[in-house]
């Protein structure tokens, strides 16, 4: 069945045809040559597959940056709460400090230490020369 066929009557009539329109504009009967159509497909497996490589990969780096993005987020919103407690920290540490500026208090403790209060304060001359130790 595979085999070369010897006369015409073992084709089949389409064939026939072909045979005797070629035989009428005088084309000779060569072989039929078959395409190779192999590389064109190996071509279009190798585009498809570095395609979806490239759609693979590219949904990794998109998952990647989501993720890393979703995570900067909750590291962003510690940092602010971080922030908003060391602010109230800063301005209980300041209203501490104005407390200790105020001259009322200091009054306060240093009668509380039991220091004295100066009256006449009196200021040594000094020579212009000035004084010098050894």
């Given amino acids: 069945m595979f085999g070369k066929r010897k006369n015409e009557n073992q084709m089949s009539k389409f064939f026939c045809l072909c045979r005797a ?4 504009h ?3 009967d060569q072989p039929i040559k078959f395409k190779k159509t192999r590389k064109i497909y190996n071509f279009n497996f ?3 597959a ?3 490589c490239l759609i693979v990969l590219a949904s990794g780096f998109y998952l990647l940056q989501i993720t890393a993005s979703s995570t900067s987020g909750f590291k962003v919103s510690e940092y602010e709460q971080d922030i908003f407690e060391l602010k109230l920290a800063n301005q209980d540490l300041r209203e501490r ?3 200790f ?3 009322d ?3 306060d403790k240093a009668n ?3 220091l004295a209060v100066v009256e006449n304060v009196e200021y040594l001359d000094v020579d212009s020369k000035g004084v010098v130790m050894k």
């Avoid at 329109?21 to 009428?24: F, I, L, T, V």
């Fill in 112 to 114: 509380q230490l039991g």
């Fill in 50 to 52: 570095i395609l979806l």
């Fill in 97 to 99: 400090v104005n407390t």
């Fill in 101 to 103: 500026e105020n001259l």
């Fill in 26 to 28: 005088g084309l000779n």
């Fill in 21 to 24: 329109n070629n035989k009428k």
């Fill in 105 to 107: 208090y200091i009054k």
């Fill in 46 to 48: 190798y585009i498809s």
